[in-house]
């Protein structure tokens, strides 16, 4: 049995996790870095214990010192949250080797879905669409050109290590594709450490469509349904929503089988996320596999009414499931903003600084992920989202009209934040009528409407 949980994380997503181990009685631990002693989640956890200076890679990527803090502390468990070493199988096989459990899936299932262009492979031989692309990382510039020709423009350039939108390249045309490729393996290569590069059919006017799964030590899969996670800048998600506009029952049950068949393949357990592009004729390819939690969680949450960390710490402590896939309902229409602190009238610069006054709006099915509090200085070292506008209601026109509510209320002052931004593309004619493909923000950002 679980006993007592360390979150190797910071901000919301580690106060999120702390709430949910209070709800079953566990007790927590909080890791924090010397700049973080204030923050929320080192206040909230039962113990906290400081780890390193601010950056993270002396402090949260510190596998040595999360685990020592770990067995010092007495807890039995680590959960990762996202980012930091929540896709880290090293540190999952480590956790393991020191009779800790890892709150995810095992060393060596984070291989084999961590690396994108593997996790590819995998689907492609489990029968799963996958967009068409390179079978292997391709080896050289020169490689990758050849590949892209024969493929025809656009194409896509991906890392196999990446991930939060670095190390992605969209090539027009031929005469581009050396330059880009070069840029990108570059950018892979300080983001991961790692610059192997493949190669992917760009899809136009796409739609991301993700399936929730969870699956259990016992080879029981169910899926939680989609989030559409189509309002994204620079490839990275600013709004998602649960459940999809273009998503009808047919097409959900075969993705939801889809992405079912895409976790048992992989010997998948925990909760995890199959990402599928969406095409404008209704056709689905497999991108990637997130083996963690997702920021965007909350949505799946407000329609089924399952608390998804509660379910990944009862699969972790070896618990099976006591429901099917019949039990889960969908109801309702849920809808996420990240308000990130950041500038969007230059070009998103992130905003860092003291939070000088703070009103949090609240009522019915309002949700709220967050660990600003008023008087808080957000520092400059780590991810800029600070607050998880969710909410809930009957279906997706009174979703929306709550999220413009909502928005309006939001008052984050002493810092520059999206949350302007945010209200245009809620009350932007084409978002309200579902008219919206990965392309919407930029089109949004040039003028050329949404
Ligand atoms: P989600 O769908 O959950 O938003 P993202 O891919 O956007 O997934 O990543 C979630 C968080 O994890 C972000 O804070 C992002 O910066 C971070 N992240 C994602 N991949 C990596 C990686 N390979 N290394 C470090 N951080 C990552
Ligand atoms: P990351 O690991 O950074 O999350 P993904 O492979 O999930 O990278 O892609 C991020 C986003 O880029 C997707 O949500 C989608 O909007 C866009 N994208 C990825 N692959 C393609 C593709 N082949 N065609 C069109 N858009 C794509
Ligand atoms: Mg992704």
Same mark, same amino acid.
């Given at each position: 049995?679980?006993?007592?949980v360390l979150i190797a994380n910071r901000g919301e997503i580690a106060v999120r996790i702390i709430?949910t181990?209070?709800?079953?009685?566990?007790?927590?631990?909080a890791i924090?870095?010397?700049?973080?002693?204030?923050?929320?989640h080192?206040?909230?956890?039962?113990?906290?214990?400081?780890?390193?200076?601010?950056?993270?890679?002396?402090?949260y990527?510190?596998?040595?010192?999360i685990?020592?803090?770990?067995?010092?502390?007495?807890?039995?468990?680590i959960h990762p949250g996202f980012g930091f070493l929540s896709e880290n199988?090293?540190f999952?096989?480590?956790?393991?080797?020191?009779?800790?459990?890892f709150i995810g899936?095992?060393? /060596?299932?984070?291989?084999?879905?961590?690396?994108?262009? #593997?996790? *590819?492979? @995998? +689907?492609?031989? !489990?029968? $799963?669409?996958?967009?068409?692309?390179?079978?292997?990382?391709?080896?050289?510039?020169?490689?990758?050109?050849?590949?892209?020709?024969?493929?025809?423009?656009?194409?896509?350039?991906?890392?196999?290590?990446?991930?939060?939108?670095?190390?992605?390249?969209?090539?027009?045309?031929?005469?581009?594709?050396?330059?880009?490729?070069?840029?990108?393996?570059?950018?892979?290569?300080?983001?991961?450490?790692?610059?192997?590069?493949?190669?992917?059919?760009?899809?136009?006017?796409?739609?991301?469509?993700?399936?929730?799964?969870?699956?259990?030590?016992?080879?029981?899969?169910?899926?939680?349904?989609?989030?559409?996670?189509?309002?994204?800048?620079?490839?990275?998600?600013?709004? /998602?929503?649960?459940?999809?506009?273009?998503?009808?029952? #047919?097409? *959900?049950? @075969? +993705?939801?089988? !889809?992405? $079912?068949?895409?976790?048992?393949?992989?010997?998948?357990?925990?909760a995890?996320?199959?990402?599928?592009?969406?095409?404008?004729?209704?056709?689905?390819?497999?991108?990637?596999?997130?083996?963690r939690i997702q920021v965007?969680h909350?949505?799946?949450?407000?329609?089924?009414?399952?608390?998804?960390i509660?379910?990944q710490?009862?699969?972790?402590?070896?618990?099976?499931?006591?429901?099917?896939?019949?039990?889960?309902?969908?109801?309702?229409?849920?809808?996420?903003?990240?308000?990130?602190?950041?500038?969007?009238?230059?070009?998103?610069?992130?905003?860092?600084?003291?939070?000088?006054?703070?009103?949090?709006?609240?009522?019915?099915?309002?949700?709220?992920d967050?660990a600003?509090?008023?008087?808080?200085?957000?520092?400059?070292?780590?991810d800029?989202l600070?607050?998880?506008?969710?909410?809930?209601?009957?279906?997706?026109?009174?979703?929306?009209?709550?999220?413009?509510?909502?928005?309006?209320?939001?008052?984050?002052?002493?810092?520059?934040?999206?949350?302007?931004?945010?209200?245009?593309?809620?009350?932007?004619?084409?978002?309200?009528?579902?008219?919206?493909?990965?392309?919407?923000?930029?089109?949004?950002?040039?003028?050329?409407?949404?």
């Open positions: 049995m679980i006993k007592k709430r181990c209070r709800e079953m009685g566990i007790g927590t631990v924090c870095s010397d700049i973080d002693k204030d923050a929320l080192a206040q909230l956890a039962d113990e906290t214990v400081c780890i390193g200076p601010m950056p993270a890679k002396d402090s990527l510190r596998m040595d010192r685990l020592s803090a770990t067995l010092a502390t007495g807890a039995d468990a199988s090293k999952a096989a480590l956790c393991r080797k020191c009779n800790i459990t899936p095992s060393a /060596e299932v984070i291989d084999r879905m961590g690396n994108k262009s #593997e996790a *590819r492979k @995998t +689907m492609m031989e !489990a029968g $799963i669409p996958v967009v068409p692309g390179t079978r292997e990382p391709v080896l050289s510039a020169e490689d990758g050109k050849k590949a892209a020709d024969e493929m025809g423009y656009p194409v896509m350039i991906k890392a196999s290590a990446g991930g939060g939108g670095k190390g992605m390249r969209i090539v027009q045309s031929e005469e581009e594709f050396i330059q880009h490729f070069e840029t990108a393996s570059q950018e892979a290569k300080s983001s991961f450490g790692d610059g192997t590069m493949y190669i992917e059919k760009y899809i136009p006017k796409a739609r991301h469509i993700e399936f929730q799964i969870l699956a259990d030590n016992y080879g029981n899969v169910v899926h939680l349904g989609e989030r559409d996670c189509s309002i994204q800048r620079r490839h990275q998600k600013m709004i /998602e929503e649960a459940p999809s506009f273009v998503i009808n029952e #047919e097409l *959900r049950r @075969t +993705m939801g089988a !889809a992405a $079912i068949k895409a976790a048992k393949a992989a010997d998948y357990s925990n995890g996320t199959i990402e599928f592009i969406l095409d404008q004729k209704n056709c689905f390819y497999f991108i990637e596999m997130n083996t965007e909350g949505v799946t949450e407000m329609v089924t009414g399952i608390d998804l509660r379910e710490i009862k699969i972790a402590d070896g618990e099976k499931f006591s429901f099917t896939q019949e039990d889960i309902k969908i109801q309702g229409h849920s809808i996420e903003c990240r308000i990130n602190a950041e500038n969007p009238n230059k070009n998103f610069m992130p905003s860092p600084g003291l939070v000088t006054s703070l009103h949090m709006p609240g009522g019915n099915g309002v949700r709220i967050s600003l509090y008023a008087g808080y200085w957000i520092p400059a070292a780590y800029s600070i607050v998880k506008l969710m909410v809930h209601d009957a279906n997706r026109e009174l979703a929306i009209q709550k999220m413009r509510g909502v928005l309006g209320e939001l008052v984050i002052e002493g810092i520059d934040t999206n949350i302007d931004f945010q209200y245009r593309i809620i009350n932007h004619e084409d978002y309200i009528k579902g008219k919206t493909d990965t392309g919407f923000v930029e089109r949004l950002l040039s003028g050329n409407g949404g």
